[in-house]
């Protein structure tokens, strides 16, 4: 098998010299001058393999991917301790600068036959944030996968993605109330909100927050340089019944979207299944994958952070409406996403369940309607309508746990949270009950 590589800096010159006198399956074929040129080779597809040395301080999780994506295996070669203890946590294959090319050989050819291998899961992903739509988000220096996610003492915290199609289903009041319940119930809970159209989590618990803790997260994590302390750093805490909600809060203007990479967004989600018991991920709506049609070359993808997350959950809540507009938009929306992420199995929300939208009796209505014309499969949770509880949380900037404990909206997402909450006495008002 050839291999030819593409190099870039000085330092690399003894190594590949002795690489030529090898006259082995490796094949020096250009030694480039600079990191731009080096990817402008790489994505003309004459090599199958990279080598950096002076400049290896310069790659990051995000860089690692675009190579990945165009099948080249990208090897490092550093001294520093520091540095390679980065590469480390990038996943980046790397060696100290005085290797043998014996080595260093068979290095290379361990990294192209690792880059080629079929990536194993129960699922695969639909894209990734590059221009190739069959490519994996497991290639490359994407973050570890959930077995490697546990620290030495086993702890592996699990995620939770709410997701629905386009209208406001309600997929950020899931979210939040989620986190909240689980957070005041004594759990370590980490709230992501990662809608890149329009983030909102920050607003519906009153954070004046215009920082973007995830993007922070996401530049931090794509140089190897994310640690739980650095993440509790960036994250916002909101207090609930003595508890600590943790906020990653959102990209606050849409073209900030290419900031979450899916790269280092696994990153992130890596270093959040080590701090947190939970991590509730508020997800965008889009799941379509057709951004390259815009451009040349290889095009960032809006829509991979929301793709990459529904990958990585271990469980995904579908938000729908329910009304006449909402559930057919639901029935469609699964479908987009099982084609979009095949293997998925998520629990169906629907929500703002009242009578005078479906008629009396809604729970069993919907019920019917769903087993005739929904894509297979029952429904999870009904929550009901409760328009002045909701009202007043955001009005408060807070969780329905604190401005409306005896909602039957709270009951019902903390039920789903696997939260007992006491029953409210009979004659006993609610919030906005005249």
């Not at 992903?125 to 620290?151: I, K, M, Q, T, W």
């Not at 006449?324 to 929306?333: C, Q």
């Amino acid at each position: 098998m050839n291999i030819p590589v593409a190099t870039v800096g000085a330092a690399t010159a003894d190594a590949l010299d002795g690489l030529e006198r090898l006259q082995g399956p490796v094949t020096v074929v250009r030694r480039c001058t600079e990191l731009t040129e080096l990817i402008a080779v790489s994505q003309s597809g004459t090599v199958r393999a990279a080598v950096v040395a002076d400049e290896a301080g310069d790659l990051t999780a995000a860089l690692a991917e675009r190579l990945a994506a165009a099948g080249v295996a990208l090897v490092a070669l550093a001294d520093d301790p520091v540095l390679r203890q980065r590469l480390d946590a990038l996943h980046i294959v790397n060696a100290p600068g005085g290797v043998h090319p014996g080595v260093l050989a068979e290095m290379i050819s361990a990294a192209v036959q690792a880059l080629e291998k079929p990536v194993d899961g129960p699922r695969t992903a639909a894209g990734n944030s590059l221009a190739d739509p069959a490519a994996s988000f497991g290639s490359g220096a994407a973050g570890p996968g959930p077995e490697e996610a546990a620290e030495p003492d086993g702890r592996r915290g699990t995620v939770t993605a709410v997701w629905g199609p386009a209208g406001a289903p309600g997929r950020t009041t899931l979210a939040v109330n989620l986190a909240a319940e689980a957070a005041a119930a004594g759990a370590e809970v980490l709230l992501i909100d990662a809608d890149t159209y329009g983030a909102s989590v920050a607003v519906s618990l009153g954070l004046l927050d215009e920082s973007a803790g995830l993007a922070q997260a996401c530049r931090l994590a794509d140089q190897g340089l994310l640690d739980d302390a650095a993440l509790r750093r960036l994250s916002t805490g909101v207090s609930l019944r003595g508890r600590r909600l943790s906020v990653l809060t959102g990209v606050i203007r849409s073209d900030r979207w290419v900031e979450l990479r899916p790269a280092a967004l696994s990153g992130v989600l890596t270093a959040a299944r080590r701090s947190a018991d939970l991590t509730v991920v508020d997800c965008g709506f889009s799941l379509e994958t057709d951004e390259e049609l815009s451009f040349d070359t290889m095009a960032p993808r809006r829509n991979a952070s929301t793709l990459l997350l529904l990958e990585a959950a271990d469980t995904v809540y579908a938000v729908g409406a329910a009304d006449s507009v909402g559930v057919p938009r639901l029935v469609r929306a699964l479908s987009d996403l099982a084609e979009a992420v095949p293997g998925l199995e998520p629990r169906v929300v629907l929500n703002k369940v009242r009578a005078s939208s479906v008629g009396r009796q809604p729970e069993s209505q919907l019920r019917g309607v769903w087993e005739r014309f929904g894509p297979g499969g029952g429904i999870t949770a009904f929550l009901p309508a409760d328009y002045a509880a909701a009202d007043a949380s955001l009005l408060s900037g807070t969780a329905l746990l604190e401005t409306a404990p005896g909602s039957p909206l709270r009951a019902a997402i903390a039920e789903l949270a696997g939260v007992q909450t006491p029953r409210r006495r009979r004659g006993t008002p609610r919030i906005g009950a005249k």
